[in-house]
């Protein structure tokens, strides 16, 4: 009676205990599932290599080259992930794993550096001309596009002598005001092919100061021939941080790369590098 009387107290111990508020489910292992989808938030392109980790527990996995993972070894329980590769930034969610059940989540995200080759920016001499860029999703748009970071001009409407100027500057629909440097490196002329491994802006050391760096709301003019000019600007999309000064700032720079006129058409084409994390840093992220 003793031994019987032992045992059903040892049961009710363990029960109560397990009752306790802040005693749950060991988390650290399970036989629950979560799978899911990454992708690129502006392209929805899946992203490969993306390291998934579990708190608590510690789990890990990476996506395969579709965007896909699959954690295994969770128990029912609430969990934060977190999603994280280099060039991209690191997001965080929570998701409630239940029992029984495979939880499926997609997940976006931004990147964090990334550039625009051979970017054409159209002028057909009309307010249809789609002659204004969004710097900050690297889209060519129409000058009435509210979301353009900067705009082409013509220096006295004869077809001769083209700039950038900052999109808060249009006269038809004001956007994202943009702030330029001098052209680096004193005006030097650069190939493509060195603008390509150009890793910084002016300073070389230190980070950026986004008043005294980036002085003007315009680019120089520039002719047809562009023989010698092939200029590297840097730029700070300042109306982007004005309205959402949460969001670290964003600096980038703009390769000169060619100026082509055929019939009532001008392009104006550029190569251009963005880095979301606000540093002075634009190499080329694996």
Not at 164 to 170: Q, R
Not at 177 to 204: C, H, I, Q, V, W
Request: hydrophobic content about 35%; proline content about 5%.
């Amino acid at each position: 009676m003793k031994k019987v009387l032992l045992s059903v107290l040892t049961i009710a111990l363990l029960v109560s205990i397990s009752l306790m508020p802040g005693c749950e489910l060991n988390p650290l292992t399970g036989t629950q599932v979560l799978k899911g989808t990454v992708r690129d938030a502006i392209s929805n392109l899946p992203i490969s290599n993306v390291r998934i980790s579990s708190t608590p527990g510690l789990l890990v996995v990476t996506s395969d080259t579709a965007g896909n993972f699959k954690m295994t070894g969770l128990s029912p329980y609430t969990y934060t992930f977190t999603a994280s590769k280099q060039g991209y930034f690191t997001i965080s969610f929570t998701r409630n794993i239940t029992a029984g059940d495979t939880a499926k989540v997609n997940v976006q995200m931004d990147l964090s550096f990334f550039r625009f080759d051979t970017l054409r920016v159209h002028e057909f001499f009309n307010e249809n001309s789609f002659n204004a860029v969004n710097l900050y999703s690297g889209y060519i748009t129409q000058e009435s596009d509210v979301n353009k970071d900067i705009q082409m001009r013509d220096s006295a409407g004869l077809n001769q002598r083209f700039c950038f100027g900052s999109g808060d500057l249009s006269l038809v629909n004001p956007g994202f005001a943009t702030r330029f440097t001098e052209p680096l490196m004193n005006g030097r002329s650069f190939t493509k092919a060195e603008f390509d491994t150009l890793s910084k802006l002016y300073p070389a050391e230190g980070t950026l100061n986004p008043v005294n760096d980036f002085p003007s709301n315009w680019t120089r003019f520039y002719p047809t021939n562009l023989s010698g000019l092939n200029h590297v600007y840097g730029f700070y999309l300042q109306g982007r941080y004005n309205a959402n000064s949460s969001f670290p700032r964003v600096y980038g720079m703009v390769y000169i790369d060619k100026i082509n006129i055929s019939g009532t058409e001008i392009q104006f084409i550029v190569d251009i590098k963005i880095n979301r994390f606000g540093e002075n840093s634009f190499n080329i992220y694996p």
